[in-house]
DNA sequence: AATCGATATATGATTAATCATATATAAACA
DNA sequence: TGTTTATATATGATTAATCATATATCGATT
């Protein structure tokens, strides 16, 4: 249903082909919720099929037809109603604290190195996040408000504070690691 | 493949049912791995049809036989590749933060209810982690160690501090609502 | 000359996870 | 007396998401 969702929050600022969503999805969203490209066209002919959507077909010579989707009342209603109710809370799933789970088994120096393997990703992902505010210069002129923009920020921050939550636990894990405070047994 | 190695961790400490496991799952790594009763019997099956697990029907009178699942070497072995390996990162999902980037259509006094909303919830779970540590009690004889012991407090400790990332994030977004710092339009 | 990337949509196959429900009995509880 | 809880496993149905692949053409690069 998110991402349902998700497409409806972009068709409401502007009428968009699948093709286009993808790009969109990408440049904006893709750090709290990724969408491959055959789930965009499926969930817009869902969309269309619920009456949320309605497509609009613009022929093209030399390549397929674009099918432009504009958000209909129904949709816009339902995407409003999404928006107030209860934040859609998921399971968390975090299959990396399986293995911290069970690294006992393994020793002292692998359980070190494998906690320094994980801060250094914290740390990639959080240099890629500089980044991130630039890649949405190509829809600056359809999407972002400054209203809009405020509230982009917002996932980007939320993004931030749990790497950086994440990195200064495995930081502190591996100072315990490395003043011995491990159990033995 | 998590939910796999999860099981194997648990089987290398001591053979159990899946019956056993659901209740092992439910009182300890449920914070970030849920699992469903239907899909832990379904994993147990596939375990022994891969032989990384043996099965050993012990009769009952007046209710279903025990099938108790014993880790084999191929198990264990593929339990510590598995562990050693790189972290097996997901993608992040969080439908709370696609509300949050579409927040815009609403007017302020709801976002203020909504951002609210979302800190008492982070409130309320945090509450529910002080009592996690007790809720092992039933297995402290055959699962935790001082050095299993301390790894699992490390996931306690990291889904602690996330909590409270995302709870001082949501605060911090309170105030600049209240203190009008949301643009306009 | 051949490959690659961009444009554009589409479908088949598979997996992981969830939900609902089925069977069967005993003990405890209201 | 009737309901719930605990014990124990099992399957059918469905959803969300991923992966692979197909079609078709143009322009740019190697």
Redesign the pocket.
Known sequence: ????HAILGFLNYHPY???????IFDTSIRHF???????I??????LEENGLAEMER?P??????????HITETGRAELLRWISGPPPL??P?S?PLIQVFFSGQLSDEKILAKFEGYAAIMRAILSQYDQVPAQIGPFQQEIPSPREHFFWMLTLENGLANLRANLQWAESVIERIKSGQVPKE
Do not use: C, F, H
């Open positions: 249903m998110s991402l349902e082909s699948g093709y286009d969503l993808k790009k919720w990724p969408a491959d490209q055959s789930q066209y499926r969930t817009l002919a869902r613009i093209q010579e030399d390549r397929p037809d674009r099918k432009v989707y998921g399971e799933r299959a």
